[in-house]
């Protein structure tokens, strides 16, 4: 008599109901990538300049004498300026290959043959990128805020500054949204993540290219929006209240953007199926 | 859902591929159990398991699945059945058993059970002992394994497995087969096996259903299909090929070509075949029209003849 019944046996337990898969892609998706020491460094490398700030804060409460540049709201739309790198090289690392890896192992078909939509499926994914980009923008971002208070020892700057808080979680929320959608509709494009991450950089930097090419012609800045980040750019001046960097108006920046964001998403409901159809 | 309702139903299904039916009008059902959905290749069985699980939707027609509408509640449909696909299929950077439990969860299942079934379901299907290995380094055959284990891990009430035996070495097929068999006859899991293996769907399975070219062909018990009471002979014969194959016909018999030169016949009860007349039948036919017969060997109807007859082979 066998010490365990190793045959197959039905299953008595209760099940989850449908609507909640996404959260076990997004949970599984992370951990794989927080299992890897590179991954852990570029995330850590994404402190840095919280670092940075953090000691300025501090030098700035306790040292007045040496401190050069006041606190200012200018301060944190500059810090997310530094995140911008971070931004883009963990969006390309993490999120080139969340699509691409599952449509070269066919893996879509498994998925959706499960109870969950294609929109739990892409919001599983996307949820997975949206974390990490938080956790180096907005995570950091309202903890400097939080040093400012302690370190001044006064709430002061604070309550001057309120829009700080809803500053910081729109222009985190927006770049990481711009971030995540576009990366993953690049991403459900091709099975291969390096041509992804290769195609990602060079829209990025080829927009950025004409934009300059274009500013150099014109001797103006009015056409920053057909640069993919030149628009987020001019967007997050507004949202901290500082004056734009370019001369096109912001409303055409933050059209652009959200644009950006409704064809990613349009582009995914188109390739997320279960079944690629070939005529 | 009583035991006599089908476990599929599809009225009139339609599904076209840009300019291509994949499937025309099909109306058929599938009763509990195993049946088998057996049809050359193109003949649109993946097509209609696609658009059982919601993948594809049809232009026409209406389809349920354990008596829910595959149009109005697919969510509910997918969570109780299991679908094993035919192309290679895992998700990437998992193990066997991470892998398995992911599918779990993905259907439904706490944390801790879909761990435990994981490891239970492995064993069954035979990777036990690779369940810690990366998916990515199995073999064919272990692949197809772990596809079968992640549609069964929910413990599902109907199973769909596409060409479950394809790259399979001839004992992991037997082996493979022997699952299947398991899982529909001692577990009572109800299934829906798509092949054009011949005798997969004979071993495993007790209906069938019958494509070609997007269409039923036949379907029903494989032993009704197997016809009414008579005998099959495999015949070879030398002479006048056409005007024999006339002289079959015109007596009321059925044949289908084979491998090489030889053809089975099938001769009914009417004719004779169970008093042991059939052989003098068919030699009295052949001396009448001067072939001579260089081959007569009793056989048995098989799924074979049914989907040659099915199919119109001649």
């Not at chain 1, 804060?57 to 790198?85: C, E, H, M």
């Not at chain 2, 076209?16 to 059902?29: C, D, E, M, P, W």
């Not at chain 2, 992991?172 to 398991?182: A, C, F, K, P, T």
């Amino acid at each position: 008599m066998p010490i365990h019944d190793q045959s197959y046996r039905r299953y008595r337990g209760g099940k989850v109901m449908p609507g909640q898969a996404w959260t076990v892609i997004a949970r599984a998706g992370m951990l794989n990538l927080l299992r890897k020491r590179v991954f852990l460094g570029v995330l850590l490398g994404g402190w840095i300049p919280f670092v940075g700030y953090a000691i300025w804060l501090y030098v700035n409460a306790n040292y007045p004498q040496v401190s050069i540049i006041a606190v200012t709201p200018k301060l944190f739309r500059d810090f997310f300026g530094w995140q911008d790198f971070f931004v883009f090289i963990i969006t390309v690392y993490v999120g080139s290959g969340l699509i691409a890896n599952d449509r070269r192992a066919n893996a879509l078909q498994i998925y959706l043959s499960k109870p969950l939509a294609r929109s739990e499926y892409i919001l599983g994914k996307a949820a997975v990128l949206i974390a990490f980009l938080l956790s180096i923008t907005l995570v950091p971002g309202m903890l400097l805020l939080l040093l400012q208070v302690l370190f001044s020892g006064s709430f002061e700057f604070l309550r001057k500054n309120l829009f700080l808080i809803p500053a910081i979680g729109t222009a985190s929320l927006l770049q990481a949204l711009l971030a995540a959608f576009t990366m993953l509709a690049l991403s459900s494009l091709s099975k291969s993540a390096r041509f992804v991450a290769i195609m990602y950089a060079g829209i990025i930097f080829f927009t950025l290219a004409i934009f300059g090419v274009l500013s150099a012609i014109t001797a103006s800045t009015r056409l920053s929006w057909v640069a993919l980040g030149a628009n987020l750019q001019q967007v997050t001046d507004v949202i901290f209240r500082q004056t734009p960097r370019y001369q096109t108006p912001w409303q055409v920046s933050l059209i652009v953007t959200l644009a950006l964001i409704a064809v990613s998403i349009s582009v995914l409901e188109r390739r997320v199926r279960g079944v690629e159809v070939v005529t | 859902m009583t035991t006599n309702t089908p476990v599929v139903h599809l009225d009139g299904v339609t599904v076209i591929y840009g300019k291509n039916a994949a499937l025309k009008g099909v109306s058929a059902q599938f009763n509990r159990g195993a049946v088998g959905l057996l049809g050359p290749n193109g003949a649109g069985k993946s097509t209609m398991l696609k658009a059982l699980l919601g993948f594809v939707k049809p232009s026409q027609g209406r389809m349920t699945v354990l008596d829910l509408d595959v149009a109005q509640r697919p969510l509910e449909i997918r969570a109780r059945i299991g679908y094993m696909p035919e192309s290679d299929a895992h998700i990437p950077g998992m193990n066997a058993v991470s892998f398995v439990a992911y599918c779990g969860q993905l259907a439904g299942l706490p944390a801790v059970d879909a761990m435990q079934r994981a490891h239970e379901v492995l064993y069954y299907v035979g990777l036990g002992e690779a369940r810690y290995r990366n998916i990515e380094t199995y073999s064919t055959g272990m692949k197809q394994r772990i596809k079968l284990a992640q549609a069964l891990v929910h413990d599902p009430d109907l199973l769909f497995l596409d060409e479950p035996t394809n790259g399979m070495d001839p004992k992991g097929r037997d082996e493979m087969l022997e699952l299947i068999r398991d899982l529909a006859h001692n577990k009572n899991v109800n299934l829906i096996l798509s092949s054009h293996l011949l005798p997969d769907v004979e071993y495993t399975c007790d209906d069938v259903v019958v494509m070609d070219k997007g269409q039923i062909a036949a379907q029903g018990p494989i032993a009704q299909l197997k016809g009414p009471g008579g005998r099959v002979f495999e015949l070879r014969i030398k002479g006048d090929l056409p005007s024999f194959l006339e002289a079959l016909r015109g007596a009321g018999m059925e044949y289908t070509s084979t491998d090489e030169d030889v053809m089975r016949v099938f001769v009914p009860d009417s004719l004779g075949a169970n008093d042991g007349h059939a052989q003098h039948t068919l030699f009295a036919l052949a001396a009448r029209h001067g072939v001579q017969v260089r081959h007569l060997r009793p056989s048995i109807p098989t799924l074979e003849d049914v989907f040659a007859k099915a199919l119109g082979e001649k």
